[in-house]
């Protein structure tokens, strides 16, 4: 969908409250989860995000029906599944719908998904999903651009995970929940995205065990039930308004938080100089009067800090005097930011996945978002410049952020996008 550019203006203190939507990536899994009760489940902290449309476009063509009962409410119910296949059209639209294949695998015991689209930095393999479904028992081909996994048992057995994988985690979940034997999951993925499904998924009757940790206990069950559940807040979000923050050297207070979930983007924004005050489910970040300090970072899996803040954090560093060292190993094409920071006037080296970050103050210019996160480090960028940024792109920032002009001006700033209408649209 192509939309109009946001129009930002900045160079001035901003200030006041927001409240973080609920987490888009642990949204979208939990969705994906209902897939598996033949019983309605309700959802509460669902943002109304493009991507949470798109998944609700995917889960009804395999059999969903939703019923939106609250501004961030929903009722998703699948008495079966009508469809097993999903088609290219759909899944290139997201990657977070690859983990569809999981779903669908495990309660209908065969699934045939496109190979997933998402945030185009670079590769994004999912070798490790492939190798845990058939280490655990199932069938998966790939061709024409599609991946068809079928089981004739439950899944059971061990998977050792390469690398630790979210999406991965996820998929090999998601399958093994149904059935009558024992999955154990090694070096899995510790995610606040996938403590929240497999909280989910417990809260409907599933066994699983090690939440949190890296080995995870899967005893498969017959059937899952309905139930009400609320999905966790978006640290990556509050990471973002918390180097907004920082960036126009503010005070925000940020509400609907999990601060133990923000530990790393707070101890870095610590290390540079920003007072956090935090109560566990809200938090003060205070930048006024602040001379900030050049840090260098580098991205890990959780609790490390997240690769979908890295964008926003070096656009935050380009405006901080002295030499910031920004290194992304997890995503080591993440990079799309760089050029349009450049046209801000920012001074960034780029060698493999090293940025070398010379701070100094930026200048407005139009630019363009080419994947989410970038959009993001766009507007904060822009917001510490005085003149006018026009940031086109838009339909990246509508992925992630829900109302976000809105919730800019609700801060202070001059931010105008026609906007999108989404709920509207897509109910
Ligand atoms: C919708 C969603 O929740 N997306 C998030 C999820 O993506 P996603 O789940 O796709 O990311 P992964 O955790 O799987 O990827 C982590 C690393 O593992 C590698 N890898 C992954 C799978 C695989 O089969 N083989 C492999 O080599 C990736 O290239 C990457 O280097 O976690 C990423 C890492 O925190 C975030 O940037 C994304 O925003
Ligand atoms: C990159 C992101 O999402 P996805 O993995 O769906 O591209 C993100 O949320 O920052």
Same mark, same amino acid.
Request: aromatic letters at 4%.
């Given at each position: ?54 998944? /609700? ?120 929940? !149904? ?5 154990? !999951? ?29 080995? !995870? ?154 994947? !989410? ?9 822009? /917001? ?44």
């Amino acid at each position: 969908m192509q939309l109009t550019p946001l129009h930002i203006q900045g160079g001035r203190e901003l200030g006041g409250e927001i409240a973080i939507q609920h987490s888009k990536n642990a949204a979208l899994p939990i969705i994906v989860a209902s897939l598996l009760s033949s019983e309605p489940v309700t959802l509460h902290g669902i943002p109304r995000l493009s991507d949470v449309y798109t998944i /609700l476009e995917i889960v009804h063509h395999i059999g969903a029906r939703h019923t939106w009962t609250g501004p961030n409410s929903l009722t998703l119910h699948t008495p079966e599944i009508l469809n097993t296949e999903t088609p290219y059209a759909l899944v290139s639209k997201m990657r977070a719908s690859f983990i569809v294949l999981g779903a669908v695998l495990g309660r209908a015991k065969e699934a045939t998904v496109s190979m997933p689209g998402g945030c185009a930095w670079g590769p994004r393999p999912v070798d490790q999903h492939v190798k845990a479904f058939r280490a655990l028992g199932a069938e998966v081909s790939e061709e024409n651009g599609n991946f068809a996994a079928q089981r004739s048992g439950s899944l059971s057995g061990k998977f050792i995970f390469e690398l630790l994988t979210v999406g991965g985690t996820h998929n090999a979940i998601l399958a093994s929940v !149904l059935g009558d034997s024992v999955v154990t !999951l090694e070096n899995a993925s510790i995610d606040t995205d996938v403590v929240d499904l497999i909280e989910f998924l417990n809260s409907l009757g599933a066994k699983i065990e090690g939440a949190g940790t890296n080995t !995870l206990t899967i005893t498969g069950v017959s059937a899952l039930h309905g139930g009400e559940y609320t999905v966790i807040p978006d640290r990556i979000e509050a990471a973002t308004f918390m180097i907004l923050a920082a960036a126009t050297r503010s005070r925000f207070k940020l509400t609907n938080v999990r601060t133990d979930h923000l530990t790393a983007v707070t101890a870095k924004l610590q290390e540079m100089g920003v007072d956090i005050l935090e109560d566990g489910s809200s938090m003060i970040v205070d930048a006024r009067n602040r001379e900030m300090k050049p840090v260098n970072v580098t991205t890990q899996s959780y609790p490390g800090f997240p690769t979908d803040v890295q964008p926003q954090m070096s656009a935050l560093l380009a405006t901080v005097t002295g030499t910031s060292v920004v290194q992304d190993p997890v995503y080591p094409d993440r990079l799309t930011h760089v050029a349009e920071l450049h046209r801000m006037g920012a001074n960034i080296t780029v060698s493999g996945y090293t940025q070398v970050i010379q701070g100094a103050p930026l200048h407005s210019a139009p630019v363009k978002a080419a994947d !989410l996160r970038a959009g993001a480090a766009l507007f904060i960028a822009g /917001l510490t410049t005085e003149g006018e940024t026009v940031i086109d792109g838009v339909q990246y920032l509508n992925r992630g952020y829900e109302r976000l002009s809105e919730r800019l001006r609700g801060l202070g700033a001059t931010a105008f996008q026609p906007e999108p209408a989404l709920a509207a649209a897509m109910d």
